[in-house]
């Protein structure tokens, strides 16, 4: 027993992979050598795991700090060129219809960025039913038609002659739907 409580601080302050091992014929002995060692082994993937997460979410960060500064950097630039003295009444509309798409595009991003930490945090509930998944993908790309237009994208989209249905929560599905045509129009 001296030697498992001596070799388990060893373990816990140095974070080998040691194990503890037994000579003895004591089946209570060696089975306790065996629990430590499974918790030992949880605890070292409970850390890594956590390690793992810890990276994921720096980068998820400086992810979408990068996200949010693109649009609100490029706003910021024609709109101090539609503030010029040289620059003419056309440019300065062309500017600011720039500024406006720049500051729909941050808004949009930070709007996901407030769903998302409401999933994470367990706040939405997901209200599934059936759902027509042709009629609702319909809906919203009739929602981006100026957007299609100013853009001059004239999207193809086939449809099954049969509904289409799927369970699934109508307005999360619109999201997802949302999302891609944005990240087209803006990508």
Do not use: C, W
Request: aromatic letters at 8%.
């Amino acid at each position: 027993m001296r030697f498992i409580s001596r070799k388990l601080g060893e373990i816990m302050k140095s974070n080998t992979n040691s194990k503890i091992t037994t000579q003895t014929f004591d089946a209570d002995i060696s089975h306790l050598a065996n629990q430590i060692n499974e918790l030992l082994e949880k605890q070292k993937q409970t850390v890594s795991s956590a390690e793992k997460m810890s990276r994921e979410l720096k980068q998820a960060i400086t992810n979408v700090s990068h996200d949010l500064k693109t649009p609100l950097t490029s706003a910021l630039g024609y709109l101090q060129m539609a503030k010029s003295n040289k620059t003419t009444p056309e440019k300065k509309a062309e500017y600011l219809t720039i500024v406006e798409k720049r500051l729909e595009s941050l808004s949009f991003l930070l709007e996901e960025l407030f769903e998302f930490s409401k999933i994470y945090e367990g706040k939405i509930e997901f209200q599934p039913d059936r759902v027509n998944v042709s009629n609702l993908l319909r809906d919203v790309l009739s929602l981006y038609y100026e957007d299609f237009t100013s853009k001059n994208i004239s999207p193809v989209v086939h449809f099954a002659d049969d509904p289409v249905t799927v369970s699934a929560d109508a307005n999360m599905l619109k999201r997802i739907f949302q999302n891609l045509i944005q990240n087209a129009l803006i990508h």
